[in-house]
């Protein structure tokens, strides 16, 4: 199921960027990565799969990014997936904001990779994190 998935991994963090990467590369994903708001803006034109998302980016705030692109037609129906830093009383704004799952930094590789697998699958309702 993951052959050729297109995975937009936004965070500023380059070594998560780079690890991350790595290890969604060798699970069979393609990875495509943005640094910042105005990079994940451009990147998401390339019609990603699913978005891992940090909340803390330096040119913007997540949260306005997420609700970016739950907004747009051309953009509301793909998976996002929260990767924040932040304290976990975020997870609930996340989900209503449309995200199907948030995870504290760090996160467990398998679980999150296990959370991308279903929602790779078409899960549409919040998968428990």
């Keep these: 199921m993951s052959r050729h998935k297109n995975i937009l991994v936004i965070d500023d963090d380059a070594d998560l960027l780079q690890g991350l990467g790595i290890r969604l590369i060798s699970e069979g994903y ?3 990565v943005a640094a ?5 803006l451009i990147a998401v034109r390339q019609d990603p799969d699913l978005v891992l ?3 803390g980016l330096p040119d913007g705030d997540g949260m306005r990014l997420l609700a970016n692109l ?4 051309t953009t509301s129906e793909i998976p996002v997936i929260v990767i924040s830093a932040r304290d976990a009383v975020w997870e609930k704004d ?3 904001a449309g995200a199907l799952a948030f995870f504290q ?3 467990a590789n398998d679980e999150l990779l296990a959370t991308i697998a279903l929602a790779l699958e078409g899960a549409d309702a ?4």
């Design 30 to 32: 393609r990875v495509t």
């Design 36 to 40: 910042n708001e105005l990079s994940a």
């Design 53 to 55: 998302l940090d909340l």
């Design 70 to 73: 739950k907004g747009l037609q």
């Design 94 to 96: 996340v989900l209503a």
């Design 105 to 107: 930094k760090p996160v």
């Design 126 to 129: 919040p998968i428990p994190s």
